[in-house]
């Protein structure tokens, strides 16, 4: 599904992506971690497209598709899905008439009929039990005044509309306390099957308790240095990302 | 050849004398126009808008006609049928095109002419001219060398009329550069509700000059919603003034929507010259092309414990210009006023450019003032969010320029002529941004 070959990125003079290899299917679930500033967010961000970023070298597939050469928004009408770290406020913009606006232009891009008003209700409905979002949310300018947990919900909720084929989530955990890490986490639980695929991106462990990942990389100063299981994930929590470094710093020199 | 001063001066001769009182007022401000002239960009108060330019050798003023009915109908507001509609044709109010459908004891509508002869002519005494205490340039001047064509509205005590009263100007420019210069005056009895509201078409789509006056006096408890609105093309130069005054504790709402013209300039003042008055000024221009669009605001504390808020928004494509000048006097005795002003910009195009300036005056000690503006560009963490859930580059900042605007078209109070300015706002957006 996603096939990301040695992909080098930077910002402005700086490299941040160093050469990333990964290969997603469907079905699975990959998390990436790693300490502060290893590139994880610049991942998901050139992934989904985000100008601020410049792609050096390498490639990336998607559904037999050249990514890269592709808009930010047809990369999410393909099924291409960010859940953002750090949502935006939007003042004047109703939640429910973006998503409307959203389902439908996708709905559009792949030749379906856009939802009338009774079916995206319908919908919407069903979607709001399953990431527990208040209607009163809905009616809300987007994300405005939304709390932490609501802004998360509100991109699982999103998620959920949409979906995607592939979703990232961007430390999604990061903000969070339990109640509201265990509704995110059961979102996303009861939207997975096995024609879609996540990558999750955290810093902590503490997610993957609850969403359990197929394969766990880590990522360090712009490459994945490691790759295992969810045991990898475990270990890290115990060692912290100290010994890592220390191994492939020594690999390195 | 004729410059356009000797167009004027000839049309001013050639026009019916008016009775004595208003005959009076006429000489008195051509005499004013001929020692003024036309404001020339080194005036402060013009520094942005060349206004002499649109004067050309090409003016039309007369009296000549061609608004049918039929043509008249094509211009109604949906859903302001049963609305009283005044209309003005080049300048001129025409009895024959406007309709009172509020009861004749709550609302009265004649000429001002008649209204400067009659039991109404103390007030119009009083009240006619009252805005060149704040404009004492040529333009105001000279419209009121032309107040024969208005038009005076009376709204009596105590009565909240049923529906909006709508004035249509229309300039006729099929026969040439149509030159005209509405005058409008408007007396709100203690305790009268009222919305007003202004919109102007350009009948042939050829170049226009409307110089417009409208002057209006709150008195105590007296409710005023006014809005203007400005889509009559790309060829169109207007220059207004709306000036509203506070004789009591009352509140006055202002909407102004600037949507197209070549060059536009609209002066807004409030005077507030009772305790405890209210005043909300709001503006929106979203223009695109060659338009230069300069709103000059006044707020004018004289008395202690006034509030007046405003926002003026202005999006510019292309290579239009947006200006706002937003002044506040607080005068020695005006303690405790509060005074809020606010004016935000985005530029679109890549040769559009916003100028503003908030300027306070403030002479009492105990007041609470404060302003703000900013110029930018369209939001690229909120484009990008927008687009990454698969929506469209133009859509998203469709989305994203109607949010903006939105602060100032909900301030509409009337619901037809809201929807109507959200459906013009809307189809702009849509087509050409």
């Known amino acids: ?253 | 050849m004729m410059d356009s001063t000797q167009i004027l001066k000839e049309a001013f001769e050639k026009q019916d004398v008016a009775n004595g009182n208003l005959a009076a007022f006429q000489q008195e401000n051509w005499k004013a126009f001929s020692g003024l002239g036309l404001p020339a960009i080194k005036h402060e108060e013009w520094k942005y808008t060349g206004i002499r330019n649109v004067f050309s050798d090409r003016l039309v003023i007369n009296n000549e006609m061609n608004i049918s009915p039929d043509l008249l109908k094509t211009l109604l507001i949906a859903g302001t049928e049963e609305a009283n509609r005044i209309v003005f044709v080049n300048g001129r109010f025409q009895q024959s095109l406007s309709i009172t459908t509020d009861h004749a004891n709550d609302l009265c509508i004649k000429s001002l002419e008649a209204a400067a002869g009659d039991e109404d002519a103390p007030f119009v005494e009083v009240n006619l001219g009252h805005s060149q205490r704040y404009h004492r340039d040529g333009i105001n001047a000279l419209n009121a060398a032309f107040a024969n064509g208005g038009v005076y509205i009376r709204i009596n005590k105590g009565v909240t009329l049923k529906n909006p009263i709508v004035i249509y100007h229309i300039a006729d420019s099929t026969l040439g550069k149509r030159c005209s210069h509405p005058r409008i005056l408007v007396n709100m009895k203690e305790a009268a509700q009222a919305e007003l509201v202004e919109t102007f078409h350009n009948h042939g789509g050829g170049e226009t000059l409307t110089n417009e006056v409208v002057e209006i006096c709150a008195e105590k408890d007296a409710v005023l919603h006014y809005v203007k609105m400005q889509n009559e093309g790309e060829k169109t130069n207007h220059t207004g003034t709306t000036h509203i005054r506070q004789t009591g504790k009352c509140l006055t709402h202002a909407v102004t929507i600037t949507l197209s013209g070549a060059l536009v300039r609209n002066n807004l003042n409030m005077v507030m010259e009772a305790e405890h008055g209210e005043c909300h000024m709001y503006g929106l221009y979203l223009l695109n092309g060659n338009t230069l669009a300069d709103n000059h605001t006044i707020v004018d504390n004289a008395m202690p414990h006034c509030f007046s808020n405003e926002l003026y928004k202005g999006i510019m494509d292309d290579a239009s210009t947006g200006v706002f000048n937003g002044k506040i006097f607080v005068r020695k005795d005006a303690q405790k006023t509060n005074a809020y002003q606010s004016n935000k910009n985005i530029l679109i195009g890549e040769n559009a450019a916003a100028n503003t300036k908030p300027q306070l005056e403030i002479l009492a000690d105990d007041v609470k003032c404060s302003h703000g503006c900013t110029i930018g560009k369209l939001d690229e963490d909120a484009l990008f969010y927008l687009r990454a859930r698969g929506i469209s580059m133009e859509n998203a900042r469709a989305m994203l320029l109607h949010a903006f605007a939105k602060d100032v078209l909900e301030q509409i109070n009337n619901g037809a002529i809201r929807k109507y300015a959200e459906q013009l706002v809307s189809d702009r957006l849509s087509s050409s941004i």
């Not at chain 1, 989904?48 to 592709?70: H, I, P, Q, W």
């Not at chain 1, 969070?176 to 059961?186: H, P």
């Not at chain 1, 890592?244 to 690999?251: F, L, R, S, T, Y």
């Open chain 1, 1 to 253: 599904m996603l096939k990301i070959n040695h992909l080098q990125a930077r910002i402005e003079e700086k490299e941040i992506l160093k050469g990333i290899n990964l290969d997603i299917k469907p079905g699975e679930i990959h998390a990436i971690m790693g300490p502060n500033g290893s590139g994880k967010s610049t991942l998901a961000s050139v992934l989904a497209g985000r100008s601020d970023y410049e792609v050096t070298g390498g490639s990336v597939e998607f559904m037999g598709k050249d990514l890269l050469e592709l808009s930010p928004e047809d990369r999410a009408k393909e099924g291409l899905f960010l859940a953002f770290q750090y949502p935006v406020e939007i003042p004047g913009v109703s939640t429910t008439n973006f998503i409307k606006s959203a389902v439908n232009e996708k709905r559009k891009y792949l030749g379906q009929e856009p939802l009338d008003a009774a079916q995206f209700l319908r919908t919407m409905k069903e979607k709001m039990k399953l990431v527990e979002i208040d209607q009163s949310l809905l009616s809300r300018s987007l994300n405005e005044g939304f709390s932490g947990g609501e802004k998360k919900r509100n991109e699982i909720f999103q998620m959920a509309m949409l979906e995607p084929k592939l979703a990232i989530l961007d430390e999604t955990d990061s903000g969070l306390d339990i109640d509201a890490l265990r509704i995110v986490a059961n979102g996303v639980n009861q939207l997975r099957n096995k024609d879609n695929a996540f990558l999750v991106v955290t810093h902590y462990q503490r997610l993957l308790d609850y969403i359990v990942p197929d394969f766990v990389h880590v990522l360090y100063k712009g490459r994945i240095v490691r790759s295992g299981t969810k045991e990898l994930a475990k270990e890290l929590e115990e060692k912290g990302y100290d010994f890592i470094k220390a191994e492939v710093d020594q690999e390195l020199a």
